[in-house]
């Protein structure tokens, strides 16, 4: 009981200090935890990426397309259970600041495809049902106010025109982690409208989606694919759904690392600051851990004072920076809008801030506490001034 | 009567843990903006330099990217009767129709593969860029599967050196050369035959068209001249602006989270600053009371300690700077979202960011440092003694 | 174990301490002997820089000597290590400072109540003896204040309230006046003899005021580093 109520006592010596340094804290975790959280959620869409499909598309490059004919022939690859076909439309939705993916896609093979895309019996039937029609997810329809019935326009920027689609339902994720913020609409729509109204030849996809039976066989499977097209006018690369999403996770690799390595500097920033702290306080109260070691107090009960308030304020700041991530998480979400699907606070992130902390706490109080445990009795004493 | 500078630097020296502390923080703070700032500098100024002042760009209306765009021989024929197009000493017309694509390569760093664009040229096309220049090898002969890449190219992805061969749309390319596009967007690009990538790719369309204006100031009229042709769905843009736009995202991007970033973390260092303030006033109350009892006034005092943390910005944001200027040997290389493919661009110190980096460390000393010095100047002079 | 008693509770012989600043040498303590017997009340006297100080900081075993032997109560503490040197600082040596030197955190009570934290003893056994002792110094009254609501008086009787708690073998006063005003000292002074009085403490005192000095049993001078008189 003695240590703890001398550690706190000393911690409240200095009232405006010691909040100034856990406002720094607290300031710093929260800060810390929103960037891995920004991190993690760059990574979202691979993580709730399914391993039990794969994704076929030109070996060259995602911008060159693949004949629609080749469906029939990956679907006689053994393992692959369904094949459907997504074709990147790159529209904008009034201005370009609305970004958000649309994709023509394969009707009903597409849609079983993606068992997590939950839509209500209803309104499939009636998008399948339409050829304009289109279905967009909760939080992309939330985001801009959408209704069932709505009609949406499009401007295409690879297909030229206005598009205008009617939207025929809203699909929910089946977890949280799924991503609602896309947009579908049928590719035989798009398809034939390329090729009367511009005359190009048509009949081309950018992906192949692929469902398999067993998710061991992925190699296999996707070797064979790509073995089906070798020397062929269009080869393709087929990995699995996961590869793709880290693929285009991997085009970012450069700014997530930035931010990453950012995320640490602020750590040294308020190590810095608490290291200030913490030796202002021991320097300040060399005389009493004199006076302590002088009535038979150890080198080793002096530096255990000053760890002890060291972690203790670093944690309580720690501790209030965690709770501050989850409020400021939801105002980045707000903010920024729907195209982080997977902005969550997660365990690790948290586990990660709590860690941090105590290293700040530990750091801060290494140099400060050494030299208290070593300064001389006498030196000390006189240091009384 | 204001107290000495010396006198002021002098107790700043004087604490060097607690200065080198407090200073070190700012200047971590100071390093990680300006280093930002420095990339959305850099990346702004690559890809402003790429283009040329009278040169211009066509491109399918819509379609914001090269990449994206597509140009037909027709309406291309239409764009090349244009009378304002420069002419060469040669009598060449200055004007190339280029087909763009993406390829995706294995970075040399991660091995992981980033889109790269390709870019078929004529000799017009070199004509329009004089930035560029060979380093190594020669130039691609007309008609062959020759490439020549950039220099971001060849230091950046795996396979691009001299004489190996890259294999796309069922060919193998053989690098020839290696140019300097003088750092530009260009030096992140491979350039081939035109009518070899058109072949190649088996496109009949070029994605875009790139000339050079026989007199600047018609630009507008050639702009009009070309976006109201019925027969052309066309956009028209100066060079210099189309690559301007094409950074526009990715530098705000950048800009956006760094400065968010820089303030949220400039709290931590203000808090600091504040905390050693206060220490510094707390410890030279007696001091403080002599001061005042000589005949010094409270706004010397005031103005005393405010510069005295003023001081400590100034050492923190002059070594931050110093920290984020070594940065300028670094080159950066990532993909541009808006045009999907990879550019290299280097951390670019600009008299802008070495001024913008200074007031924000001055300001966050500033800020830390005036509640303190408030309450200096506050203190009365015989509670300031008898604390001696 | 009490030490016999014809042998001195202190015996000194040959103690030297020098410092060393940068090349110099400076000599604080020269080849000196001394011996104090238990039960003695002895006052080192001296002009400043005589040495008084660092004499009673060896014995006291919170600095060590150059050369020569200090033993205490029959231990040679300048051959303790420093953890041993502190556990028996904390049973046998009872310090008074100058300043006092209390925690600025703790209550009186929970000052005087300090070097008890280093023994076994239950909660219930610190809080007795702690109560004796303040009644012993006549603050029982103002166990629950912080040091910063005392007078310098008070502050001292704590101090001294502190020294005696664990019944130390040896006490160590350090200019217990220096920073009273003459009725207070008077105070002070007459608490520490009824220490050695009624109590039969070993008090060693260092001072430079002769009315302090007048109290003690035995006056030792020294100047420049060697006993004189």
Known sequence: MFIPLLVLRNALRHKLRTALTVLGIVVAIAAFGLLRTLVDAWYAGANASSSARLVTRSAVSLVFPLPLSYAQKIRQVSGITNVGWANWFGGVYINERNFFPQFAISGASYLDLYPEFVLSDAERKAFLADRTGAIAGRKLADKFGWKVGDQVPLRGTIYPGTWTFNLRGIYDGAEPATDTSTFFFHYDYLNETVKQRYGRPGDNTGVFVESIANPEDAAGISQAIDATFKNSLAETLTETEKAFQLGFVAMSEAILGAIQAVSYVVIVIIMAVMANTMAMTARERYTEYATLKALGF?????????????????????????????????????????????FRVSQQTMAMQLAAAVVIGVAAAAVPAWRAARVRIVDGLRAIG | MAIPLGYIARNVLARRLTTALTAGGMALVVYVFASVLMLAAGLRQTLVSTGQDDNVVVIRRGSQTEVQSGIDRSQAGIIESLPDIAVAADGRRLISKEPVVLISLPKRSTG??????????????????????????????????????????????????????????????????????????????????????????????????????????????????????????????????????????????????????????????????????????????????????LGFSRRAILLAFLVEALLLGLIGGIAGLAGASAMQALTISTT???????????????????????????????????????????????DALRAA | MRPNERQPLVAIHGLSKYYVRGDQVIPVLLDLDLDVFEGEYVALMGPSGSGKSTL???????????????????????????????????????????FYNLMPVLTAFGNVELPLQLTGLSRAERRERVETALELVGLTDRATHLPNELSGGQQQRVAIARALITDPTLIVADEPTGDLDRVTAQEILGLLARLNDELGKTIIMVTHDPKAAEKARRLIHLEKGVLVG
Request: avoid cysteine; charged fraction near 20%.
């Open chain 1, 298 to 342: 150890g080198n080793s009960f002096v530096a255990l004072l000053i760890f002890l308030e060291s972690v203790g304020i670093a944690i309580t700041g720690g501790l209030l920076g965690i709770a501050l991530t989850f409020p400021l998480a939801q105002v980045f979400v707000d903010t920024i809008g729907s195209l982080l699907s997977g």
């Open chain 3, 56 to 98: 009673l900081n060896l014995i006291a075993g919170i600095d060590k000597p150059s050369a020569g032997e200090i033993r205490v109560g029959g231990v040679d503490i300048a051959s303790l290590s420093d953890s041993d040197l502190a556990l028996w600082r904390s049973m046998h040596v009872g310090f008074i400072f100058q």
């Open chain 2, 336 to 382: 541009n979202f808006q045009t999907f493919a990879e550019i290299a661009f280097s951390f670019t110190l600009t008299p802008g960011i070495v001024a913008a980096s200074l007031a924000f460390a001055l300001t966050m000393g500033f800020i830390g440092g005036f509640l303190p010095a408030l309450r200096a100047a506050r203190m009365k002079i015989v």
């Open chain 2, 112 to 293: 992981k593969p980033a889109n790269v664009v390709i870019r078929g040229i004529t000799t017009a096309g070199l004509d329009l860029r004089p930035q560029v220049r060979l380093v190594e090898g020669r130039m691609f002969r007309p008609g062959t599967s020759e490439v020549i890449v950039g220099r971001s190219i060849a230091t950046g992805f795996s396979g691009t050196d001299l004489d190996e061969t890259l294999r796309f749309a069922s060919r193998d390319w053989i690098i020839v050369g290696v140019f300097d596009a003088g750092h530009t967007g260009f030096d992140s690009e491979i350039w081939g035959d035109a009518e070899q990538m058109l072949q190649a790719f088996r496109r009949t369309a070029f994605s875009s068209v790139i000339f050079k204006l026989a007199d600047p100031g018609r630009f507008d009229a050639v702009k009009a001249t070309l976006e109201t042709d019925p027969r052309l769905t066309l956009e028209v843009k100066r060079e210099k602006q189309f690559y301007a736009e094409q950074s526009e995202a990715l530098s705000r991007f950048i800009s956006t989270l760094g400065t968010g970033i820089s303030i949220i973390f400039s709290i931590g260092a203000v808090i600091g600053a504040a905390i050693t303030m206060y220490a510094s006033v707390a410890s030279r109350t007696g001091e403080i009371g002599t001061l005042r009892a």
